[in-house]
């Protein structure tokens, strides 16, 4: 791409301070519409933050072959569950969408092909913990899907070229979970602070990892034994901190928040970088 062509489409935005990036442990829909510890963390969390001009959030929930970006004016809230109250179907989201942030977005993403979808919307990996953080729904939302073809190293890698957003006034958030295994899950204590020793000792590594900035070892998590390997059955819930902690820089910090275990096989352990 024509390097003068890029800065001028960045800076249509403006150029703002450098803004922060969050990997927000979702858990249950159920956060949407419950008041509880982890809730009130997205809330405190929000009130750190400078207001961003637009947020690109990667879910957990939209894995494609091929990587997609939401390219409507309004993306409809999607209740991609089941076995729920009908209060939490009823929530909508109506946040905007921003179709020049899709562009943008594609046009950065040199590392592949990026289509601009018209279909999806914003699932609940994204408005059940946005909605926290602006329940106006006054900020503008696209969402980039996860290839599910690719491996951990081509998705941290295609993070790092998102970081000129940072400075475009554009929030990026990551939304998933550390230790994420559904079928473990110890259903007699769901609203429990609670974990197995496999899912202790896998959160405990990965925190290690991701407060030293490790990004070898939090690619390379298949290599880290049966612990790890049981708190990612399945990579979709992992992959967005790896998005997320694909755009540190060496002059940021970082903090962890809802740093909790549930439910014996989930955290909802969450990343700021500022």
């Known amino acids: 791409m024509n390097l003068n062509y890029l800065d001028k489409l960045t800076k249509s935005f403006g150029t703002t301070p450098k803004m922060p990036v969050l990997f927000l442990g979702h858990g249950s829909p159920m956060n949407a519409i419950e008041e509880n510890e982890f809730v009130e963390g997205f809330r405190k969390v929000a009130k750190e933050l400078p207001k961003p001009k637009a947020i690109l959030c990667i879910s957990a929930h939209w894995e494609t072959n091929g990587t997609m970006v939401t390219a409507m004016e309004a993306p409809p809230t999607i209740h991609d569950f089941g076995g729920f109250p009908q209060e939490l179907f009823d929530v909508e989201y109506p946040a905007p969408g921003n179709p020049l942030l899709a562009y943008t977005a594609k046009e950065i993403l040199t590392n592949t092909t990026v289509d601009l979808d018209h279909a999806w919307g914003l699932d609940h ?150």
């Open 125 to 274: 990996g994204a408005w059940s913990v946005i909605k926290h953080l602006y329940p106006e729904a006054n900020i503008p939302v696209v969402q980039l899907s996860i290839d599910r073809r690719k491996d951990a190293e081509y998705h941290h890698k295609l993070a790092k070229q998102l970081s000129v957003l940072r400075e475009r006034g554009v929030l990026i958030i990551g939304s998933g979970n550390m230790v994420h295994n559904l079928r473990r899950v110890a259903w007699d204590k769901l609203n429990d602070e609670y974990a197995f020793d496999w899912a202790a000792e896998a959160s405990d590594l990965m925190t290690s990892f991701v407060m030293n900035n490790d990004y070898k070892n939090l690619i390379n998590y298949r290599s880290h034994g049966e612990a790890y390997d049981l708190a990612i059955p399945t990579p979709e819930h992992y992959i967005p901190l790896l998005y997320t902690m694909g755009l540190f820089q060496k002059s940021d910090e970082l903090e962890l928040f809802n740093d909790k275990a549930v439910a014996g096989s989930l955290t909802m352990t969450s990343v700021k970088i500022f």
